[in-house]
């Protein structure tokens, strides 16, 4: 049997790929819960400082599965707030609290909650040919694992509510331009750019990397004095760390940093994050 989710141990950052390319990696309970330990992994290993999710063939994730976990049966409706609750919004959870970079690259089609779990990640590519769908409305249902909260602070709350109303595809090149995503680049490109870009991250400063996605979760909920009050406090911890001082040596010096291994510890995965 096929693993639904393959990791490839590189230095210094892990690659994550949704392995179910029959089915455009549409998630069930095994490669959610598959995923959910590739991402316990990473966050435990002291050697993975960034970390890159992407898709196993033509699509990236065509959402959850519509199989018979799913469907009404003989002793009633499924119980989808226990899967979402137990499998995607864990995902969504774990995605955001690691204290390292998250890059993806969709390589397909992303729907569903297949494009809230790369919405999710810091930094998104996408090909050429690959578009995002919120496309829960298609089967009677309302977009969940984030996306009614990532896409209004991405888009705004006017193409957020259209896309999730009328379950239109947004082509990569659209979704660039909306700043729904970082960058589009050519489909036989993708995958060299995104590793390029996982492996540049890996090699950074990555204590403060960490410090940065602290200040960019709070910011949602903060006014504008508790966000400054914030950033003073994250850029006191940045100033006493090791990143900046060999940051500040290497400018003095004229030559590349060598930002040190961080010394946080894995995250804990309970309660809600940003």
Not at 129 to 148: E, M, N
């Amino acid at each position: 049997m096929t693993d639904p989710i393959r990791i490839d141990r590189r230095d210094g950052w892990h690659r994550i790929t949704l392995n179910r390319p029959d089915k455009l990696n549409a998630a069930n309970e095994a490669m959610l819960a598959a995923l959910l330990a590739a991402l316990d992994d990473a966050a435990a290993d002291p050697a993975c400082r960034a970390l890159l999710l992407t898709g196993e063939g033509r699509g990236f994730c065509a959402g959850q599965e519509l199989g018979p976990a799913v469907l009404p049966g003989p002793d009633g409706p499924p119980d989808l707030e226990r899967l979402a609750s137990s499998y995607h919004h864990e995902v969504i959870r774990r995605l955001r609290a690691l204290p390292i970079p998250v890059v993806c690259a969709v390589n397909g089609v992303a729907a569903g909650a297949g494009a809230s779990f790369a919405l999710a990640c810091d930094i998104v590519l996408a090909a050429r040919s690959a578009s995002f769908v919120i496309a829960f409305a298609r089967i009677g249902l309302v977009p969940d694992s984030g996306a009614s909260f990532f896409l209004p602070r991405l888009i705004g709350e006017a193409r957020a509510r259209a896309l999730a109303l009328l379950a239109d595809p947004v082509p990569a090149a659209q979704a660039e331009l909306w700043g729904l995503i970082w960058r589009v680049v050519d489909d036989a490109a993708l995958a060299a750019e995104a590793e390029a870009l996982t492996a540049k991250l890996a090699a950074g400063p990555t204590a403060a990397y960490a410090l940065i996605k602290q200040a960019f979760a709070a910011s949602p909920s903060n006014d504008l004095a508790a966000q400054l009050d914030l950033e003073a406090r994250l850029q006191g911890a940045a100033g006493r760390g090791a990143d900046f001082a060999e940051g500040v040596r290497a400018f003095l010096d004229k030559r590349p940093p060598v930002f040190p291994p961080p010394v946080f510890p894995p995250p804990v995965f309970t309660g809600r994050t940003g």
